[in-house]
C-alpha cells in the first residue's frame, strides 16, 4: 500500500504538469499537435504577458493536493479552516519562493490576495448549477483515509470553496472510483457496476453513469457522445477563444471524465492520453485520472521524461510515506 500511496500521489503531479500548458486547447487542436513526447506550453504569450510555466510545473491542482495532504497529516482537526490555511500557504510559499503565483488559480485568488473574503467565493461557487471542479482536482489524497471518515472529509474538502451537494457528489464519486481500484482490488471492467451499485440511491448521477457505462471507447466516440460527456460545445464560458472543445472545468463533468477515462484505462500512460486527448480542462482532468491509473498500475508505462523532469515527485514520495504511516492501520 505504500508504494501504491506514492505512485498514486505522483501521477497526480505528472498529469496535471503535463496538462498544464495544454489547459483549454480544444481536443482537435490536441489530436493534430501533442505526441506526448515533451511538455508542451501553448501560453508561453497571453494577451501580451509571458505566463509561469515552465516544463514539468505543476499548477493549482497539485499545489491543492499538497495543500490537502499536509491537512491530512496536521494534528489539528481536519476541517475547512484548515484546509484553507494549507492551500494559502502553500500559493504563498510558491509565490515568495519564485517571484510570482503558480498557473490555474481559479476564483480562490481572490481570497488569496485579499479581494474578496471566502464566504464571497462560496457563494459565487454555490449558485451554479456544476460549480468550478477545485474539490475535484485536490480530492485524490482522499482515497487513503480510514473509511468512516470518507463521507464528512469529503464534505469538508468541498465546503471549504465550493459549498453545495453537487460539488460533494462530485468529490464523492471521483474518490469512491479511487477507492475501487486502490482499495477495493477492483478493475475497469466492473467499475461501472460498482459506482452504479454505489449511487444507487443517488438517481441523478447513478442515471449518468449508466449512460457513460453505454459509450464506447475514447476512439470511437461520436459527436453526439461528446456533448453526453462534456455538455455544450464549444465550451460557452470561455471568452478567450471561442472555440474550444473539450471537458469544461466544472465538478460533475470532471468527476464522470475520470470515470469514463479510467474505464477505458489500462495503464497510467493510458489515463494520460485518454484525458489530454479529451480537450478543455485537460490538468484537472489528468491530475486525478492518471493518480488513480499511477496507483492501480504503477508508473513503468509512463515516457522517462515525465518521470525525471515533473516538479514534486520528491516531496510527494516523502509525504506518501507519511500518510501510508499515518494510516497505515487502516490498511
Known amino acids: 500500500m505504500k508504494q501504491t500511496i506514492i505512485n498514486t500521489l505522483k501521477g497526480v503531479a505528472i498529469g496535471d504538469a503535463f496538462g498544464v500548458g495544454l489547459e483549454f486547447k480544444s481536443r482537435f487542436w490536441i489530436k493534430e499537435n501533442v505526441h506526448f513526447d515533451k511538455f508542451l506550453n501553448t501560453w508561453i504569450e497571453w494577451n501580451g504577458k509571458k505566463n509561469n ?9 497539485t499545489e491543492h493536493t499538497f ?14 479552516e484548515l484546509l ?5 500557504h502553500e500559493y504563498e510559499y510558491d509565490k515568495e519562493k519564485k517571484g510570482f503565483s503558480r498557473d490555474g488559480h481559479g476564483s480562490i485568488e481572490k481570497w488569496y490576495k485579499g479581494e474578496q473574503a471566502i464566504d464571497e467565493v462560496r457563494k459565487e461557487q454555490a449558485v451554479r448549477a456544476d460549480p468550478g471542479n477545485g474539490p475535484i482536482m485536490r480530492c485524490v489524497p482522499l482515497i ?30 471521483a474518490v469512491v472510483t479511487g477507492w475501487h481500484f486502490l482499495r ?3 478493475n475497469a471492467d466492473n467499475l461501472l457496476e460498482y459506482l452504479i451499485g454505489f449511487f444507487n440511491e443517488y438517481f441523478q448521477i447513478k442515471k449518468q453513469l449508466q449512460i457513460l457505462d453505454k459509450l464506447p471507447a475514447p476512439d470511437k466516440l461520436s459527436e453526439k457522445d461528446f456533448l453526453i460527456l462534456h455538455g455544450e460545445q464549444p465550451i460557452p464560458y470561455i471568452k478567450f477563444d471561442t472555440n474550444v472543445y473539450g471537458c469544461p472545468g466544472t465538478a460533475m463533468k470532471t468527476a464522470l471524465n475520470v470515470v469514463y477515462i479510467l474505464k477505458h484505462s ?6 494520460l492520453k485518454n484525458s489530454i486527448n479529451m480537450g478543455g480542462d485537460v490538468d484537472s482532468l489528468a491530475a486525478v485520472s492518471v493518480g488513480i491509473a499511477a496507483g ?3 508508473l513503468d508505462s509512463l515516457p522517462q521524461f515525465l518521470l525525471e523532469q515533473t516538479e514534486g ?19
Open 266 to 271: 489500462s495503464s497510467a500512460f493510458d489515463a
Open 184 to 186: 477495493n482490488n477492483g
Open 144 to 173: 487513503f483515509i480510514p473509511l468512516e471518515k470518507r463521507w464528512d472529509y469529503c464534505y469538508i474538502n468541498a465546503h471549504s470553496t465550493h459549498p453545495g451537494p453537487v460539488a460533494y457528489n462530485s468529490t464523492l464519486l
Open 296 to 298: 492501480k498500475y504503477g
Open 84 to 88: 484553507l490555511s494549507k492551500f494559502k
Open 313 to 331: 515527485l520528491e516531496r510527494m514520495e516523502i509525504l506518501a510515506g507519511k500518510l501510508y504511516e499515518k494510516f497505515k492501520a487502516e490498511y
Open 53 to 61: 510555466i515552465m516544463p514539468g510545473a505543476y499548477s493549482d491542482d
Open 67 to 80: 495543500g490537502v495532504i499536509e491537512a491530512l497529516l496536521s494534528r489539528e482537526l481536519f476541517f475547512e
